[in-house]
């Protein structure tokens, strides 16, 4: 039988969870359930924040792009909900958001390199052909580029990992069906 994971209410959480709790409140409406559910921890939520804060040389659309490749990978319902409502706010069209999760993208030649390479990273742990990484290179990624897509990989699996564990329910639109 699976343990059952509530999302923790506000007063459940520690007081400086309790801060950040209300900050997200704040800026975003709401408090997404998958960010309380972090909050059990006593500090995994400030670190976790400080991780997908932190500078990048990626677009917000190329993050969007990864988030949705290694969601799909890691079967997270929850993060393709979400990150297909953040996709279409970074410029993606519903359409793209299936075209990237399908893992071969026609409508943006640099794009579906990026796409290739997260999906290769994401199901091979970072054992990738070579002809995917030149073609990551080729299409004008650099290597510190790279090393953004892996730290924004790392920040993907955190939140899917912690979804499928938990099962806490999907607060966003759900995305479509592949």
Do not use: W
Not at 72 to 91: D, I, P, R, S, W
Not at 113 to 131: H, P
């Amino acid at each position: 039988m699976k343990t059952q994971f509530n999302v923790p209410t506000r007063e459940e959480v520690s007081a400086d969870n309790q801060v950040i709790l209300d900050q997200l409140k704040g800026a975003l409406g709401m408090v997404p359930n998958l960010y309380a559910t972090i909050a059990y921890s006593d500090t995994a939520l400030g670190n976790y924040l400080t991780l997908q804060s932190g500078k990048t040389s990626l677009s917000k659309k190329e993050k969007e792009v990864i988030n949705l490749v290694v969601s799909q990978v890691n079967n997270c319902e929850y993060c393709l909900a979400a990150h297909t409502m953040l996709g279409k706010m970074n410029g993606l069209t519903e359409a793209q958001t299936i075209e990237i999760r399908k893992g071969d993208v026609a409508f943006d030649q640099k794009l579906g390199a990026l796409v290739k390479l997260t999906k290769a990273v994401s199901e091979n742990r970072g054992r990738i052909d070579d002809a995917v990484l030149n073609q990551f290179f080729k299409a004008g990624y650099t290597k510190g580029s790279l090393v953004d897509v892996v730290i924004t990989i790392a920040d993907k699996v955190v939140m899917n990992y912690l979804h499928n564990l938990t099962e806490v329910p999907v607060d966003f639109p759900a995305a479509p069906a592949l």
